[in-house]
């Protein structure tokens, strides 16, 4: 052991500077943790950063000092909330991090009560926020936090608005006094939920269910706590009067659970230290599947007397401890961010980590959500990330430590095209996501494309069910879409279990699917929002697939009409046809892959006969206007509209092809361009003689 002198000579004890910085770092965490609201650290990191800060005070005790954080238990009361004095102080429990020290816990107890097994209550730690509710009368007149143990935050009102906690006592047999202690918690599905709210109002998400309970129980203003989904278990009590006292643990939760206090069902009595491992072996494997995140189990002894017998040390009991289980957040690098496409295109940020132990599983990737979870958190490439592995969701990174940042991080850029395929990235306004636009012909898509395009409602392939399009993809005969109707019988017929009956029907099945409408072949494609409704609609209004095309691929936003939020207006004019469907239908249609695969179908004989409505309306085919200037009463897009539907091109520019120039007012070079080229010129008036028939 090192000795101080009581001179300073000037150097300085390597432990000695450690334990400034520990206690300096540990004293700030606190504060974000307990003040703000706002941990920047896991639990296991503060935990390390603690047990390290203990080990050097257990080798120096003459450096302990009254104010060190290893002096007391927990934080202290914030501004807001008034402080409360506990009857009895609220207890914190030592931990035990392996099985070696928990058959220390159960040894060490064996030896002061001279017994051979002893009996446990066994509990599941709940990883939430520590209260202590108090009943006169049977009646719930106030809760308090833990605080430091001694003091707590008066969060009365707050825990009022939690369903599941009685304001009233059940049952005539009701104490005096009772100080019910336990944990509220959020439970992971509630915290989904709430994280999805509080995003979509453009608010920040909370990291996990603990520091989401936490935060919402110090709202200062309790109607907001109404709005949180906060859960309790009650796990121990303080004063108690008025009642006969418990003679075991057990038989007091089974007295709070009947005044209608909520006890963990997973809550059991075990003998001796070998049945403590197998419940804490039992818990740990059912820890994913539990709606509410556990950091543990805890084991106390259940008789009272003997309790009484082992007594304290500084505020734990020494007879109880809880056996910790891996923690679910970690912390580690930031490789790299990988864009994963999904089924139905969108892109999916996937973190490259330094790989770490996460829950109990070693993990190197996790999802980073969206673009905008990416902004909101602030994470870069070479950053310190919190991961986090909890239930069976995939891990995620929650925040990251700035103060870590190295001087090289970068920030994430998203890919501007498809990392799979090559097509172009859009992301349409209004949408978190970012999304290949090549539905056709990316083979991540692949299957879904295929799918969506053989179902009932779209080309209608009969026996083209999902089973066989992973097969037709496993074996590489379906590439793109127009594949399906090259594939022959001999392919089909090797397929596993796939008699030759069976690919002779397909076969049929895609050959009569070969004849369609248009409505359906625009629903078959997939484009992202068009549904059925929306693609009879397209099919009506622009009449043949070319007019749609050149529609969405002319339709290019110009600078000025982002500005006017005027956006694709041929395609807005369509029946039903928004903003969103407009960039939707635009970023498929000027994908040139897609459009390739579209030439394929056509060309290995997909057809379909004009819409009914069209047919034999469409006088102006085969003539090309241009529209320039401002026409009186009717825009310039109802106009182009207008002679789409009687089957007239119309074209940006002025060309010797044609057919007229439509000049309104103000008409500039175009105008000029017509009159040298000796191109007709129509006004507002002979327009509407063009149009008059079908209008
Ligand atoms: N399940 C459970 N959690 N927990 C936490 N029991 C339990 N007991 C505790 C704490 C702090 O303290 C006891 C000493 C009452």
């Known amino acids: 052991m090192q000795q101080t002198s009581l001179f300073d000579t000037g150097e300085r004890d390597v432990s000695r500077e450690r334990l400034d910085a520990l206690r300096e770092a540990i004293r700030e965490h606190d504060y974000r943790y ?16 603690m047990r390290e800060l203990r080990q050097i005070e257990s080798e120096h005790p003459q450096w302990i000092q009254p104010d060190s954080p290893s002096q007391r238990v927990g934080g202290s009361p914030r501004e807001g909330f008034v402080a409360v004095r506990h009857a009895r102080p609220m207890l914190s429990l030592n931990n035990a991090m392996d ?24 509990e599941a730690k709940i990883d939430g926020l520590a209260i202590s509710l108090r009943y006169e009368n049977g009646v719930l007149v106030r809760a308090a936090t833990r605080g430091d143990g001694e003091r707590g935050e008066d969060v009365t009102a707050n825990v009022r608005t939690i369903a599941c906690i009685p304001l009233r006592l059940m049952s005539t047999d009701r104490p005096a006094v009772l100080d019910v202690r336990g944990e509220i918690y959020m439970p992971r599905r509630g915290l989904r939920e709430l994280n999805e709210r509080l995003l979509a109002a453009g608010e920040k998400p909370f990291a996990n269910p603990r520091n989401a309970a936490a935060g919402s129980l110090r709202q200062l203003d309790p109607r907001i706590t109404a709005t949180r989904p906060l859960s309790f278990f009650a796990y121990g009590w303080g004063e108690l009067d008025g009642t006969s006292a418990p003679k075991t643990h057990s038989e007091m939760l089974a007295r709070l659970r009947a005044w209608g206090l909520p006890v963990n069902p997973l809550n059991a009595l075990v003998y001796g230290i070998d049945e403590a491992r197998a419940y804490a072996a039992r818990l740990l494997a ?39 289980f891996p923690p679910e957040e970690e912390l580690t690098e930031l490789l790299d961010v990988d864009w994963q496409v999904g089924r139905t295109g969108a892109l999916t940020p996937v973190a490259r980590l330094a790989p770490v132990h996460v829950g109990g599983v070693m993990v190197s990737n996790a999802t980073l959500h969206n673009l905008d979870m990416i902004h909101q958190k602030d994470v870069w490439i070479g950053d310190t990330v919190i991961v986090r592995r909890a239930g069976d969701v995939i891990p995620e990174i929650v925040g990251r430590l700035i103060e870590r940042r ?73 590439k793109r879409l127009d594949d399906l109707y090259r594939l022959r019988l001999e392919d089909v017929a090797a397929l596993e279990r796939m008699a030759e009956k069976s690919a002779q029907n397909l076969l049929d099945a895609l050959e009569k699917s070969k004849t369609t409408t248009l409505a359906r072949f625009l629903f078959a494609l997939g ?17 043949s697939l070319d007019a749609l095309r050149d529609a969405a691929c002319a339709d290019l936003p110009t600078a000025e009409a982002e500005r006017k939020k005027d956006r694709f207006p041929r395609l807005q004019a369509a029946p039903d046809v928004g903003l969103t469907i407009a960039a939707h239908i635009a970023g498929f249609f000027t994908e040139a892959h897609n459009r390739e695969v579209i030439e394929g179908l056509l060309a290995v004989g997909v057809h379909w006969e004009a819409p009914s409505s069209a047919v034999g309306e469409q006088p102006l085919a085969g003539r090309t206007y241009v529209i320039t200037g401002t026409l009186e009463g009717m825009t310039r897009e109802e106009a182009r509209a207008a002679l789409e539907a009687l089957g007239a091109k119309v074209s940006d520019s002025v060309s010797k092809k044609t057919t007229a ?32 028939p079908s209008r």
């Open 34 to 49: 307990y003040v703000l609201d706002a941990p920047s650290i896991p639990d296991a990191e503060y935990d390390r950063l």
């Open 99 to 122: 099985e070696a020290e928990l058959a220390d816990f159960d040894r060490r107890a064996r030896e002061a009560l001279g017994e051979n097994a002893l009996a446990y209550h066994a």
């Open 286 to 324: 059912a820890r994913d599947s539990l709606d509410y995140d556990i950091d543990g189990a805890v084991f106390k002894l259940d008789r009272i007397a003997d309790q009484e017998q082992l007594g304290f040390v500084a505020r734990a009991p020494r007879w109880a401890v809880a056996f910790k």
């Open 406 to 478: 190295p001087a090289g991080a970068r920030a994430i850029v998203p890919p501007r095209i498809c990392p799979v395929c090559g097509s172009h990235v859009e992301q349409v306004d209004g949408e978190v996501a970012l999304r290949c636009t090549g539905g056709l012909y990316c083979p991540a898509q692949r299957r879904e494309a295929i799918r969506h395009f053989a179902s009932r409602r779209a080309m209608d392939i009969d026996g083209l069910g999902e089973k066989i399009i992973i097969q037709l993809d496993e074996a590489g005969l379906v």
């Open 527 to 543: 484009i992202p929002e068009v549904g059925e409704t929306t693609a009879q609609g397209l099919a009506r209004h622009f009449g």
């Open 661 to 692: 120039l439509i000049a309104g007012e103000a008409a500039g070079s175009k105008l000029a361009r017509a009159q040298a080229l000796g191109v007709p010129v129509l006004d507002a008036m002979g327009l509407a003689e063009l149009i008059a």
